[in-house]
């Protein structure tokens, strides 16, 4: 019991020798390195349990790979299991899969669950909280969707509008999920609205048009001493974690341009900075110059600059320019 491993039989008292089918179950824990165990092995079923809390999934998914299938014959099953409200779960490898299931031979199905635009069309089985909901379904276990989803939605209202804690709606929509966007929630403590966020992230994932209205530019000092910008090839970085190399340049995105008053100046005082600087022209770690700039108005970010360029003073270079160029001032780290 202890080493987790049971085999069907029985040991024949004349021969010594196992006698019986000899079928064999064994459990693997995933949390050292005995995942090594599972490798080597050709199996009928697999069964992960809440896969989507474990930080290498992907790997241990392709060691296991092999145990099951053999080009296109598979002789054996996996099947894969996931709960939602981890605390310290980061979900990258479970969204992998979930999101792309026949790279992985994973049965793929239409994602009805999403919203338009928020997921791929394609996603593995996905069991929403308001079916079999305690209390909204009958003796044959027919679920009442619509009565279920009001009272998820009037819990989220309560706790959202009665409590202090920015984390406890978070939580409570990753426990009872509606969509699988939901589910892949990421429960940690933060000060900032993590559901809206990931709904925002899939937005921008899912939209190719996004970006079209953005302005990648340099600012340049032209002849009369003013700070003017000039469009660029550069490439942002928009895919984190970033390359490590740590040589990524980045580039200057402008969303907005900066508003003027009647005299045609940068209305002042309507625009501040923030910097997150570099102080070493090389590093050994995935530090970048961070700059945003923050429209007071109307609550937007206006211009981002997040890279890494070849001398800190470039980056020091481009923050005073940019300051000038929306007549701000930065406070920075």
Sequence with gaps: MKDMEWKSG???LDTKTEKGTLNQVFGVTTGDSSIGKIRG???QLIVVEEFGSFPSVLEMYNIMKPSWIEGDIAFGFCY????TGEKESDFAGASEIIYNPKGYRMYALPNNWDLTGLGRRTITFFFPG???YKGHYNHDGVS???ASLLK????RYDVKYNTTDINSITRTIAEIPITPQEALLRVRASMFPVAQLNERVNQ???DPSAFDDVYVVDLVINKNGEVEYQLTNDEPIRSFPHDANNKQRGALEIFQMPQKDSKGDVIPNRYIAACDPIDQDNSETMSLYSIFVLDLFTDEIVAEYTGRPMFADEGHELLRKL???YNCKCCYE
């Design 10 to 12: 029985y040991v024949d």
């Design 41 to 43: 092995k050709r199996m």
């Design 80 to 83: 894969m299991i996931g709960t």
């Design 130 to 132: 308001y079916i079999n």
């Design 144 to 146: 009442d969707v619509t």
């Design 152 to 155: 998820i939605l009037i819990t």
């Design 204 to 206: 921008l994932d899912n």
């Design 323 to 325: 300051c000038i160029f």
